[in-house]
């Protein structure tokens, strides 16, 4: 059974830092490229960045460039999204997903809010 469990979210301020992982299980994790995707209030699901099983990494959202960097580490099944400089408009849910030609799975999302 495929697993994946997202973990990190929280309640920060503008100009904070969250991290955010990824807990992968069921899978052979090198062989999927990773993703994050998020989704704020009332808009469609984006992606944010991803990553392929040897680590050549993307950045999809023009507005995270700089700011948030993705990653993993193939022998924990893990993947990470470093969010530096939080701004308000990157409150939202925050999925990660593991990503093939085949199929694609999900995880439950966990939610980042950017408020003071």
């Known amino acids: 059974q495929v697993q994946l469990v997202e973990s990190g979210g929280g309640l920060v301020q503008p100009g904070g830092s969250l991290r955010l992982s990824c807990a992968a299980s069921g899978i052979i994790f090198s062989g999927y490229g990773m993703g994050w995707y998020r989704q704020a209030p009332g808009k469609q699901r984006e992606l944010v960045a991803v990553?392929?099983?040897?680590?050549?990494?993307?950045y999809a959202a023009d507005s995270v460039k700089g700011r948030f960097t993705i990653s993993r580490d193939n022998a924990k099944n893990m993947m990470y999204l470093q969010m530096n400089s939080l701004k308000p408009e990157d409150t939202a849910v925050y999925y990660c997903?593991?990503?093939?030609?085949?199929?694609?799975?999900w995880g439950q999302g966990t939610q980042v809010t950017v408020s003071s």
């Open positions: 990553i392929t099983g040897g680590g050549t990494t993307n």
């Open positions: 997903a593991a990503l093939s030609t085949t199929r694609n799975y």
